[in-house]
């Protein structure tokens, strides 16, 4: 990766920023009230859609301080949305609890069914790892439909809409602000955990796990903390996801949606924050890019009239997963870096 | 006799189980990857082998013409999709093949559309009855190409020059090479081979089960067999084939009246999950050594 000219940190501290310049505090707050004014200057649907992406966010963010930063593998991720979804349902819906105890209690009980998963899991490696996390998905989906006392089977389970202070958020626009405080939230506490003692010690467990130990970090706490802090932002996630809908039903959660979890990240960029939630749009607005495009070709070519359907969107979202990791490994993260790096050495190309 | 007649059916599926698995084995026995597309190459060879049927072909001389065409379609993927990731970390490889597996059966979607087609198999349709047991011929052909491969990859991968190179490459692909291994043709032939074994599933799944899109999702359902086995073990797929058979079976037939319905698909899983507790590498996988 091209690395930035001018960039002279004097300590730890300056290395470790997040925001390291004065640009970039600008741009940070451009892009806030960019975000605020976002619901005046768009329509509903586009609302409708970022929510969606926040959900979306929250979850991928989650997967990939599992997978990026930890270098485990998780084929499992729907199931903690899952269990984070129901728990905040059963409280939501059934104890009439507000937004405020739903929400991180659906992340906690997800947090304890990671931990559950992960001490079983340390001495899984890669693959082996994947396919263990892969049928924890599985399971959890048959529980989901069978235990129909608990979940409501097949038919569901409903949720009723958030509660802030006696305003009752039922306009998409309303829960636009709502979603994007708790996944602005989410995301600054990941920014801060993945830069300090606890992040480093995710990503020497990723990059070389017996020398990490052997330098003193602990494997086994790490990797316990990794799966729990993983199925927490899962949880939360879930929970969103359960206000935004409304309903939540078992096919909500399948293996399909773990690989998208997964595509996202891989898209986004592996070990990147910044990387997810590019991943997390992108999968999320992939669908709607290509039925406009494919709209706009059914009317230049009169041929392909009333030829599209939703299988085409899968068919072009799994080549889209093919081609970026063909030709871009290091995801919408690394053409961002790169675009980045660029324009801030111009005209020099270092 | 109960017990005994749902551990036969449940052999029956297994050995079907087996034969997929084995070629998940393959591909990861040269290449060190997980293929997640296999189900959807099992569907296409069926698809392929219904078609040739179709056309009039004679079912004997439609099988190896599948094969063929399953073998270009391996060496295609091969060329068109893995080997541009050659090098790349295993993890990514693994995400190609979870990306074609979806392109591969959303396009099945399209051109082959969401209904049931009806294979015409060849086989009898009255089972074949020895000493009281009831098993149909489908299953014993299975059983035997299963045992038959079996035999023919155990040899292969222990003397012949190919089969060493093979293993070498999935043990370490830059020393492999180091050693005057062309391992970009130990790939293609890797997927090629692996895609005949599919092909081979392919039709004798179609002759058990209904042939539509979701015939791919049946290579999911045998991915318990083959992490039971361990990933890099021919006889582990056999075995863990007919285990993973035998005990859906049992289990659907004890298990369902009490908690009510669908064990049989969610046992396999909660056995890979238990098995792999206790052994991380599966029955017969052999656990990597490693170095810092």
Known sequence: MPIRSKTFCESYHEDIKLLDTIWSKCWMVLFILGLLILPYITDTYIVYMVNLSCIAVVASVGLNILTGFTGQISLGHAAFLAIGAYTAALLGEGLGMPFWITLPAGGLVSAAAGILVGIPCLRLKGLYLAMATMSFGVMVEYVLITWRGLTGGERGMYMPEVNVLGHVLDTDESMYYFLLCITALMIIVAKNIIRTRVGRAFIAVRDRDIAAEVMGVNLTGYKVTAFALSSFYAGVAGGMYAYVMGHIHPEHFTLMSSIEYLAMIVIGGLGSILGSIFGAIFIVAAPEGIKLLAQGLESLIPAMQGRYDEEWNIAVFGLLIMLFLIFEPGGLNAIWQRIKVGFKNWPFTY | ??????????????????????????????????????????????????????????FWL???????????????????VIRPMLGEPVFSVVMVTIGLSIFLRSMAGIVFGHHNYVFPSPFPVEPLHVGGIVLSHNHLWSMIISFLLMLLFFFFFKFARLGLGMRATANDQDTATLMGINIKKVYALTWGISFVVAGLAGVGLANVMVLNVGLAFVAISAFPAVILGGLESIPGAIIGGLAIGILENLAGGYLDQIVGGGVKDVTPFAVLFLVLMIRPYGLFGTKEVERV
């Open chain 2, 1 to 58: 006799m109960y017990f005994l007649e749902l551990v036969i059916s449940g052999i029956a599926v297994g050995s079907l189980y087996a034969l997929i698995a084995m070629g998940f084995v393959l591909i990861y026995k040269g290449t060190g990857v997980i293929n997640f597309a296999q189900g959807e190459a099992i569907m296409v060879a069926a698809f392929i082998a219904y078609y040739l049927v179709g056309f009039g072909v004679p």
């Open chain 2, 62 to 80: 439609a099988v190896p013409l599948t094969l063929v065409a399953s073998a270009l379609l391996g060496a295609l993927t091969e060329r068109l």
